[in-house]
């Protein structure tokens, strides 16, 4: 296992539109948006190390894979400040009415009565801040409740495009309840973490209609994103490791459609008995039943497999997608097409997908063919350029 590097940016790395973002008043409601790899956790960290009243401050995610890689990039004296939504939420409750959440389903707030509750304790948030990463997994509702303990001061990014939780704002979801015309929205469009090949990959998957379409990055790269069909889950197993026994400087993720898929590949790659010339892979994971205790290290390699609604926010050298196992609920393609794009875009560097040849396979429909391409002339070019989107080989 190597020490990998994984911390934020200096302020004169960032882009134009990230010191803008930055140069946003500390009080007043602000709404960012942007693709993966735009820099949206990146600024809203660096908001919350800029804020004078950080005892008032308060970082919430929706996911605790992300809560805790993000506790990786601040100091210590930060990390009181962060939480999930839930857990948040769940406390503020429980500290001020001494009783346990009311709900309309499990884990789901009656924020009606929530309100009610708090109110009959004189309880406010006044002169309070809240940092929404990822604002579009929470309900309009949950904003509503919010404002009305007299929240003034909301920083939020988000992006509509990855809405893959049950409950979810739009863009205009969020500008309303914040009170904010879209002409107020900061757009985030250079995206900074993948190559080129990657982010065209991803775009193929892009159905927000609200924003427009992030710039394609000009970071060439001769690794083209590859689906593997195998006859057999061994030489899939096989494909990782040595990808990793490659660079063992690399954070591999592994992301899968299912909690059962999720465990037996953690059994599958840490019972490697193979011959190797590096030591082996650390191999950790996180599901939800675990309560918040995550035991991935972000600042380290290995391999980190993970359900696809748990790597939202983050981000690995190399990521591989096992395409069996999900599912069309409904006939709802636009919803698959947002997980493909959450997962794919988490790639830095490579990008790889591999499905069983025996199985039906309902994202097949929604992948690129081999023959589509991407098209385009290069800035301060004539020259017109052709990239594969995606390469198909056996296993």
């Not at 985030?188 to 775009?203: D, G, Q, V």
């Not at 690129?368 to 296993?395: A, M, Q, Y």
């Amino acid at each position: 296992m190597a020490k990998r590097i994984f911390k934020l940016p200096r302020q004169d790395q960032l882009t134009k539109e990230q010191r803008k973002v930055l140069r946003l008043p500390e009080k007043g409601q602000h709404l960012i948006v942007g693709a993966p790899g735009t820099g949206k956790s990146v600024v809203a960290l660096m908001r919350l190390k800029s804020l004078t009243d950080k005892k008032n401050a308060h970082f919430l995610t929706f996911n605790h894979v992300l809560n805790h890689a993000n506790h990786h990039l601040v100091d210590e004296s930060l990390k009181n400040n962060m939480h999930t939504v839930g857990s948040w939420l769940y406390q503020l409750y429980w500290d001020a009415c001494q009783q346990y959440m009311p709900e309309v389903d499990a884990y789901k707030p009656d924020y009606k009565a929530m309100v009610k509750n708090l109110e009959t304790k004189n309880f406010n948030l006044a002169n309070h801040s809240l940092i929404i990463d990822e604002g579009q997994d929470l309900p309009p509702e949950w904003y509503e409740a919010i404002e009305s303990l007299h929240v003034e001061n909301f920083f939020v990014v988000a992006d509509q495009n990855q809405q893959i939780t049950e409950q979810n704002s739009s863009r205009e979801d969020i500008e309303i309840c914040l009170g904010l015309t879209s002409d107020k929205v900061i757009e985030l469009k250079e995206n900074w973490r993948n190559t080129r090949p990657i982010a065209l990959f991803c775009s193929h998957f892009y159905t927000d209609t609200t924003s427009p379409k992030p710039a394609i990055p000009d970071r060439p790269s001769v690794n083209i994103p590859i689906l593997y069909e195998y006859d057999h889950i061994d030489k899939v197993t096989e494909q990782i490791l040595k990808e990793y026994d490659f660079d063992p400087s690399k954070l591999i993720g592994l992301f899968v459609a299912t909690d059962a898929k999720r465990q037996d590949w953690v059994k599958r790659l840490s019972n490697d008995t193979h011959p190797r010339k590096n030591p082996r892979p650390v191999v950790t994971t996180y599901s939800s039943s675990e309560k918040g205790d995550v035991n991935i290290n972000f600042n380290q390699s290995g391999i980190v497999v993970l359900s696809d609604k748990s790597v939202k926010g983050i981000e690995f050298d190399t990521v591989f997608i096992q395409t069996d196992g999900f599912k069309k609920n409904f006939g709802d393609e636009e919803s698959l097409k947002k997980r493909l794009y959450v997962m794919s875009s988490r790639a830095r560097e490579k990008l790889y997908l591999f499905k069983s040849h025996i199985y039906n396979n309902v994202l097949e429909d929604i992948l690129p063919k081999e023959e589509d391409v991407f098209t385009f002339v290069p800035e301060g070019s004539t020259r017109e350029i052709k990239i594969e989107i995606l390469k198909r080989r056996t296993l």
